[in-house]
């Protein structure tokens, strides 16, 4: 049994959630603008961000994901991943609203990402973020630290950690991509996280990333 750790924005999708939503309503300067900001911390950025969206119908939140499209052959590489065994699932700071949808379209067994907040239907502008770095002593400081989420998922799956896999796409994904066995940066956004692994895919198939797991099974 192993277990494979994928991020949402810019991994799974070719896009980036909040903008789609931003872009909608005009806010994507000021979104840019907060996570510029480098005198927040990340899960500071997450919670100003969340409530600029206050008023957001959810339905809205959930088209503005299905815009962005897909990674190429990603649900085939996420049915044979399943096909093999894997345990798949999606580790994401986006929000749950959105990146449960993904999920759902790809049959994923695990999902964590922040909880934004309705009410009757509609954004409040609060957030729920599930953290996790406080209890592991991780530095990421993120609205979701993923190394946190990724262990969490593992033992729960009973999984080892040395049959886990991460893949994503920005630093965000740093602490799960080195904490996995086999980390991989699929189509890195920065620096930081294509120097964190030695795994790194630069071609956008996720076809790649399968070949890459099959050929490091143990
Ligand atoms: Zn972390």
Redesign the pocket.
């Known amino acids: 049994m192993a277990l494979a750790a994928f991020d949402m924005d810019g991994t799974l999708i070719d896009g980036r959630l909040v903008f789609a939503l931003a872009e909608r309503s005009g806010l994507d300067g000021k979104v840019r603008d907060i996570q510029a900001d480098l005198r927040l911390a990340s899960h500071e950025k997450t919670k100003m961000i969340a409530t600029l969206f206050a008023g957001a119908v959810r339905g809205d939140v959930v088209s503005a994901v299905e815009s962005i499209p897909l990674a190429k052959n990603c649900e085939k590489a996420v049915a044979l991943l399943k096909e093999q065994g894997w345990k798949v699932g999606i580790i994401s700071d986006s929000y749950t609203v959105a990146a449960g949808a993904v999920a759902e379209k790809l049959g994923m067994d695990f999902l964590a990402a922040n909880e934004l907040e309705f009410d009757n239907g509609r954004a409040t502008g609060r957030v729920r973020m599930p953290m996790g ?1 406080q209890e592991i002593a ?1 530095t ?1 400081r ?1 609205s979701v ?4 989420h990724l262990e969490k998922y593992a033992k729960k799956f009973d999984v080892p950690v040395s049959q886990t896999a991460a893949i994503g796409d920005t630093r965000a994904d740093i ?1 799960m991509v080195r904490r996995a066995a086999k980390g991989i940066a699929f189509m890195p956004k920065d620096d930081d996280i294509k120097s964190a692994t030695g795994m790194v895919v630069s071609e956008p198939d996720m076809m790649h990333v399968v070949r890459l797991l099959a050929a490091h099974r143990d």
């Open positions: 770095w991780c990421c993120l630290c993923k190394r946190f602490c």
